[in-house]
């Protein structure tokens, strides 16, 4: 009797054991920091709610754009297969940019924008030490925008709010290091063409 509840007891300390290890095979948190660029103005279509009030027509064009990128922090959530990922992130980014109205110069139009997005992460390739995926994020953007003008446009300083749907597809990302690594993603959307960051991946 003695010996059946040892081999019991065994055999449920060796379950426990592997499934602990299974458990601990993947990290389950992923804490994300990450830079990307260019800033949605420069690489889509370009639309503003206070030109559009001042310039019904629409013939408005800028030029001189500038932008700080966009920054960006999210939390993701791995499910025990380790191949799928899901979670939130926002985003901050500005820009500025000088306004023409049928070649007339009009004067500067800043932006400052907030982006918050649900992530989801397909991950196809885990070597441990590298991990290569796909994404997609899809959210809202809502900001500011202030238009400081010269004199001589005739026309006084404006400012508005802007919002809209937000997304971004990764194409193709890779991550590189342990717990604490970096990632380099490329794709299309609120965060630009390339994003750069650092993830770190927890129990």
Not at 35 to 52: D, H, M, R, W, Y
Not at 159 to 177: D, H, L
Not at 183 to 193: A, S, T
Request: hydrophobic share 35%.
């Amino acid at each position: 009797m003695k010996k059946q509840v040892l081999s019991v007891i065994l055999i449920l300390l060796y379950i426990c054991a592997g499934a602990q290890s299974w458990e601990r095979s993947y990290a389950h948190h992923d804490i994300r920091a990450s830079f990307g660029t260019p800033a949605p103005e420069s690489i889509q279509k370009f639309n503003s709610g206070v030109l559009n009030d001042i310039f019904p027509e629409e013939r408005y064009v800028r030029d001189s754009y500038s932008g700080t990128g966009v920054v960006s922090a999210g939390y993701r959530y791995i499910p025990k297969s380790g191949i799928v990922m899901f979670g939130v992130s926002g985003s901050y980014h500005t820009s500025s940019a000088k306004i023409y109205n049928v070649g007339q110069y009009i004067g500067i139009l800043d932006r400052q924008c907030i982006t918050v997005a649900g992530d989801f992460q397909y991950r196809y390739k885990n070597l441990n030490k590298v991990q290569l995926y796909s994404g997609l994020s899809i959210g809202y953007t809502v900001g500011t925008e202030n238009l400081e003008s010269v004199p001589e446009s005739g026309i006084e300083n404006q400012s508005g709010s802007i919002s809209s749907i937000a997304w971004q597809i990764n194409a193709i990302g890779m991550r590189v290091g342990g717990d604490f690594g970096g990632f380099f993603e490329v794709g299309y959307g609120y965060k630009g063409i390339i994003n750069l960051g650092i993830s770190y991946q927890i129990y």
